[in-house]
């Protein structure tokens, strides 16, 4: 029904910068909020950043200054800019969705497959 597919991972030098794409397709009638969520190996996921529909963003403490979260509602897709990045940034990336695929059910979560990112010291 709804795919999220991320784009935009790599391998990058530490002062790098990266920038993510999660575009949702599918049956989709409203976005509601999207976000970016990573995992590191060992680790649980933690979330990285989030982007409401009216644009209000959330960002964890640890990308703050450094990350950009934005979307773009005509393409049904939300992107994360990562400037500055450090080898702790070293993770799987995963986009996340709330989405309602019409208007008699609720909305839920969608993830994306998640896409890597690797930042060398």
């Known amino acids: 029904q709804v795919q999220l597919e991320e784009s935009g991972g790599g391998l990058v030098q530490a002062g790098g910068s990266l920038r993510l794409s999660c575009a949702a397709s599918?049956?989709?009638?409203?976005?509601?909020?999207m976000g970016w969520y990573r995992q590191a190996p060992g680790k649980q996921r933690e979330l990285v950043a989030t982007i409401t529909s009216g644009t209000s963003t959330n960002y964890a403490d640890s990308v703050k200054g450094r990350f950009t979260i934005s979307r773009d509602n005509a393409k049904n897709t939300v992107y994360l800019q990562m400037n500055s990045l450090k080898p702790e940034d070293t993770a799987v990336y995963l986009c996340?969705?709330?989405?309602?695929?019409?208007?008699?059910?609720?909305?839920?979560?969608?993830w994306g497959q998640g896409t890597q990112v690797t930042v060398s010291s």
């Open positions: 599918g049956r989709i009638f409203f976005i509601n909020a």
């Open positions: 996340n969705a709330n989405i309602r695929t019409n208007i008699r059910e609720p909305s839920r979560e969608y």
